[in-house]
Nanobody, 113 residues
Framework: QVQLVESGGGLVQAGGSLRLSCAAS????????MGWYRQAPGKQRELVAS???????NYADFVKGRFTISRDNVKKTVYLQMNSLKPEDTAVYYC???????WGQGTQVTVSS
């Protein structure tokens, strides 16, 4: 059974930082690309960043230079370091095993102005 458990969300002021974590089980983690997505109220879910099994990364334009995705294959965890947060970053953040339909339950990130 695949499980993805996100943590690290919360309330932060604009300009602040948060680090999200997503711990995976039930998959051969090192074989899979992983992604972080977000969904704001009334909007579609969108890709934030992804990382391949070779650690190649891809970022949405709206987070380039502010967010960093990384992974630890020993801990079976993918991270999203979010710096210089803006109110428009407020959303529920989800991790996903790329090319599958396995999603985590999401973690709320709220950025106050």
């Amino acid at each position: 059974q695949v499980q993805l458990v996100e943590s690290g969300g919360g309330l932060v002021q604009a300009g602040g930082s948060l680090r999200l974590s997503c711990a995976a089980s039930g998959i051969i983690f090192s074989f899979n690309a992983m992604g972080w997505y977000r969904q704001a109220p009334g909007k579609q879910r969108e890709l934030v960043a992804s990382i391949t099994k070779w650690h190649d990364t891809n970022y949405a334009d709206f987070v380039k230079g502010r967010f960093t995705i990384s992974r630890d294959n020993v801990k079976k965890t993918v991270y999203l370091q979010m710096n210089s947060l803006k109110p428009e970053d407020t959303a529920v953040y989800y991790c996903k095993v790329e090319t599958t339909d396995y999603w985590g339950q999401g973690t709320q990130v709220t950025v106050s102005s």
